[in-house]
T-cell receptor
Framework: GAGVSQSPSNKVTEKGKDVELRCDPI?????LYWYRQSLGQGLEFLIY????????KSGLPSDRFSAERTGGSVSTLTIQRTQQEDSAVYLC?????????????FGEGSRLTVL | AQSVTQLGSHVSVSEGALVLLRCNYS??????LFWYVQYPNQGLQLLLK??????LVKGINGFEAEFKKSETSFHLTKPSAHMSDAAEYFC???????????FGKGTRLHILP
């Protein structure tokens, strides 16, 4: 596609359920980032994938959060046993290479509401 | 490790007045610095970036920013505000050799008629 695609755009779930959020980056982009955006907190870094290198998971807030990127393309962010504080907009971004050579292209985000 | 501090979660300026949005960074290695903008109900887009070379960087829509190493700052300016500049602005930093990009908490810019 022409841009970064995220699904679902909206997800309402009950506390304790697992959710999966999908990101389809721009074709050919080697770098993929996940961020969490909540009111007053800006963009919180979660995880970064670059090519075939091991991902930088240093931003994942707890072991309930995990992400994978299959075949260097599509990525899935999984949140297990969701809590109300997980409610936020989850943003995915991709770039052609590292930040010195390109800009981040963001998707529209997946809004997660945990009841 | 890198971090970003944006002073002022909300800034209001009159139409035609100078826009100044402040950003200070912390980085243990030479930084790459960015400003992104998020217009209402839209995704984030790059305004400008500093990687190497000239410290005064020009971006889209008349915005510019100056990298000042001595002040660890990368403030965003525009000489004359327009109503269409109303948006949320995010400063971001990445360290050379560490491609993780860290964003600040954002500054919402309000333009007064």
């Amino acid at each position: 596609g022409a841009g970064v695609s995220q699904s679902p755009s909206n997800k309402v779930t009950e506390k304790g359920k697992d959710v999966e959020l999908r990101c389809d980056p721009i074709s050919g982009h080697t770098a993929l980032y996940w961020y969490r955006q909540s009111l007053g907190q800006g963009l919180e870094f979660l995880i970064y994938f670059q090519g075939n290198s091991a991902p930088d998971k240093s931003g994942l807030p707890s072991d309930r959060f995990s992400a994978e990127r299959t075949g260097g393309s599509v990525s899935t962010l999984t949140i297990q046993r969701t809590q109300q504080e997980d409610s936020a907009v989850y943003l995915c971004a991709s770039s052609l290479n590292g930040p010195d050579t390109g800009e981040l292209f963001f998707g529209e985000g997946s809004r997660l509401t945990v009841l | 490790a890198q971090s970003v501090t944006q002073l002022g979660s909300h800034v209001s300026v009159s139409e035609g007045a100078l826009v100044l949005l402040r950003c200070n960074y912390s980085s243990s290695v030479p930084p790459y610095l960015f400003w992104y903008v998020q217009y209402p109900n839209q995704g984030l887009q790059l305004l400008l970036k500093y990687t190497t070379g000239a410290t005064l960087v020009k971006g889209i829509n008349g915005f510019e920013a100056e990298f000042k190493k001595s002040e660890t700052s990368f403030h965003l300016t525009k000489p004359s505000a327009h109503m269409s500049d109303a948006a949320e602005y995010f400063c971001a930093v990445s360290g050379r050799g560490d491609d993780k990009i860290i964003f600040g908490k954002g500054t919402r810019l309000h333009i007064l008629p």
